[in-house]
């Protein structure tokens, strides 16, 4: 079963959540987890600072950004006894910043690194966006799922919104006879 899980990181809410349901299936299955972040286009573009700093600077405030998220991940993972190990990549075109991202080099660093690595699983968080908002945000978690190699495990992450009324309201259950309704 599961023993060798590739978890691609980016520090976000939903990643966090890719990265611990992939922690309690590790558990489970005694596995052992491969953490993977990649510093590209987008993540150069963020880091920039329009008023100060020079490319380079920019370059560097990403490439310390996701060993941060990497290390995070790793102990995250650490400490609930589960094996780890990580891996930081760097994929970035030559074109001006920031640029327009039309296609994330992300999902080719993440099949690439579960073929070398021999992973029996992908696990990644996922936003789950549906019709236009995924044609305009694309989704690397559907490119992923598309090309992978291997069984990919998506873990849709809930709106902070819908998990606080979730909690609060009260559940119910109603037979389509009538005969039993529980509240």
């Given at each position: 079963m599961?023993?060798r ?6 520090g ?6 890719g ?6 299936l ?21 880091a ?6 020079t ?26 006894g ?6 930081l ?29 021999r992973?029996?699983?992908i ?18 978690a ?13 873990v849709?992450?809930?709106?902070e ?13 109603h037979q389509?006879?009538g ?5």
């Open positions: 599961y023993q899980i590739l978890v691609p990181v980016d976000s809410p939903v990643s966090q959540h990265l611990e349901e992939a922690i309690r590790a558990q489970l299955t005694h596995g052992r987890l491969r953490l993977v972040h990649v510093v590209d286009d987008l993540s150069l573009a963020l920039m600072d329009a008023q100060s700093g490319p380079g600077k920019w370059l560097q405030a990403a490439r310390d950004d996701g060993a941060r998220v990497i290390e995070d991940a790793k102990r995250s993972a650490l400490a609930a589960v094996e780890v190990e990580t891996a990549h760097e994929r970035y075109t030559a074109t001006a910043y920031p640029a327009v991202i039309s296609e994330s080099p992300v999902q080719d660093v993440v099949i690439t690194e579960a073929t070398q690595w992973a029996d699983l696990v990644l968080g996922t936003h789950g966006r549906r019709g236009v908002s995924r044609l305009v945000m694309g989704s690397s559907e490119q992923i799922l598309r090309l992978a190699p291997v069984p990919v495990l998506l849709r992450a809930q709106d919104g819908k998990q606080a009324d979730a909690k609060n309201e009260a559940i119910r259950i389509p006879t005969a039993l309704s529980i509240e």
